[in-house]
């Protein structure tokens, strides 16, 4: 039977699925936010890492009692969960990028903050729960700007958040404005944009990924592989979120991972722009 938790971020759905199977050693992917390793470090927890491919697949063999965190990277490799979670019997999907994914393995959490115009936000799918109390969280900021509405406001919000270190179940605001969301403008829209980048930025992609009917994706995320496209990305002076550090040259994933930036589609007038421009 799965259980829905809400809380507040999604690393603390790490810290609470830890804490319920009392997990002691976690393999998570080389290519991750640093905020997920800190969080499972917090707890007591070893971290192992991993690499992936150039189809976002482990290359480690995991063994069949390991606990095993795979992200659904842009919220386009929900193929490869699916892989995975009949393989291991321990998998935890990271599906921060995927909100409208499915779920797999003993427990799956997304991000409403990545997605949504909300402070804070997570759902979290999980088979055995605590039987433990926490408390709402009842942070307020003035409003949670967009990256390239407010660059400076969104930095401090995240850096204001990364000192929050305990367990908080979502907050009372947050599930009024989720009843207020319009999730099939908000799926049709990222799926519509999406399709927009992708005629144009496709074949300069180093990243190959599967997009389909039911993909409704966090963002278009774009390794260029084409110097002239790269230089008038640059010369826009756009604030683009990157995904994340680049990688040290023996690592596979830099041969198309590095210099990822993620395309937004959360913003039709930004989007638009970039749009425009190629």
Known sequence: MENLI????????????????????????????PVVWQSIREVGCAVKFYHIDDKFLPITEFGKKDYILYTNYFGLFEDNCKILAKKYKNLIVDNSHGF?????????????????????GTYLYIEKILNEQFPEDELSFKYNPLIQEDYESFLKNELFLDKEK???????????????????????????Y??????????????????????????????????????????????????????????IESTFLNDTVALPLNDKSFADYILEKF
């Open 6 to 33: 809400k809380l507040n971020l999604a690393r603390n759905c790490l810290k609470y699925i830890i804490k319920s199977y009392g997990i002691e050693q976690l393999f998570i992917p080389y290519f991750t936010c």
């Open 100 to 120: 409208y994914s499915k779920n797999y393995g003993i427990a799956t959490f997304n991000s409403l903050r990545k997605f949504f115009r909300v402070q804070n």
């Open 166 to 192: 305990g367990i908080k179940m979502i907050s009372k605001n947050v599930k009024i404005q989720m009843n207020n969301v319009d999730l099939n403008f908000d799926k049709n829209f990222r799926h519509e």
């Open 194 to 251: 999406f399709e927009k980048y992708a005629i144009i930025f496709n074949k300069f992609n180093k990243i190959k990924f599967k997009f389909n009917e039911n993909s409704f994706p966090y963002c278009y995320p774009l390794s260029c592989s084409n110097e002239q496209i790269k230089n008038k990305l640059i010369s826009l002076n756009l604030p683009l979120l990157r995904l994340w550090k680049n990688f040290p040259s023996d690592f």
